[in-house]
């Protein structure tokens, strides 16, 4: 989140990294290599009066200290501040095991222009690939109501002031042709979750990266079933961010649980 300002974050990723001894080695030093990317979130509430020392690189540091297998899911780090059309927005992750053992995941800010829920319902867009009831389990509703397609977007939109950032991460080994390809497949999720998607006001983006664990096999039949895990992984994050959201003072929008219940 914070706009602009958010880009401080990777300054104190790449601080508590380089501190950790993570990073390329250059001339007897580490230099950690922080991708970065924001959300607009300043028109949210809240104090925004941060004067010449804004709260971003402390926020980046503690992010990392914070790292662990499990984590807080909807109002929570850099979905803390998200909105879609009708709904608070919120931080969503999802992930599944292939064929070959390998294993893909996602993980996305979810503030869209658009709206994640078909018409007025509390039914997801994602529900076709809902695991386990992880965002309540509704389906999609039948029949659908005839404004299901009827554009919901937030009011008096602006560039630069929506987006949904999202990783897609594997253990799949993959070369850098095949992570942008991944990463490009990978908005086919938020095609599946988000209606509309990928207007001229959201700035979607999509970092893809593989730790290479698992040793390439069928080079053409491994990156089908990786892409098609991949956009039906971000489809679900997407849902669970905003299903995950909790109240917080001054909150613009409702969240699902306050609009549609349990």
């Given at each position: 989140g914070g706009s602009a300002f958010g880009l401080d974050a990777a300054g104190g990723v790449a601080s508590a990294l380089a501190a950790a001894g993570r990073?390329?080695?250059?001339?007897?030093?580490?230099v950690p290599?922080?991708?970065a990317a924001i959300l607009f979130d300043l028109a949210n509430g809240g104090d925004k009066a941060w004067g010449d020392d804004p709260p971003y690189a402390r926020l980046g540091r503690a992010a990392v200290a914070a790292a662990a297998r499990d984590f807080a899911l909807?109002?929570?780090g850099a979905g803390a501040g998200a909105t879609t059309a009708s709904l608070k927005g919120g931080l969503g992750s999802a992930s599944t095991r292939l064929s070959n053992g390998a294993t893909v995941a996602a993980l996305v800010a979810v503030n869209a222009v658009g709206a994640v829920t078909v018409g007025g319902t509390g039914h997801f867009w994602a529900?076709?690939?809902e695991t386990g009831g992880e965002f309540g389990g509704l389906g999609l509703p039948s029949p659908v109501p005839p404004e299901a397609t009827a554009l919901r977007h937030k009011l008096q939109p602006a560039a630069g002031a929506n987006t949904t950032i999202a990783v897609?991460?594997?253990?799949a080994a993959l070369t850098k042709a095949q992570?942008?390809?991944l990463a490009m497949v990978t908005h086919d999720g938020f095609a599946r979750a988000i209606w509309p998607s990928h207007t001229p006001f959201d700035g979607d983006l999509v970092f893809a990266l593989s730790t290479g664990r698992i040793p390439p096999g069928d080079a053409a039949f491994d990156l089908i079933e990786i892409g098609a895990a991949a956009s039906a992984?971000?489809?679900?994050?997407?849902?669970?961010?905003?299903?995950?959201a909790t109240p917080a003072p001054g909150d613009l929008l409702p969240t699902w649980r306050q609009r549609f219940g349990d």
């Open positions: 990073g390329f080695e250059v001339a007897g030093m580490r290599l922080v991708p909807g109002t929570a529900a076709p690939f897609i991460a594997t253990d992570a942008k390809r992984c971000m489809a679900r994050a997407i849902a669970r961010g905003v299903y995950e």
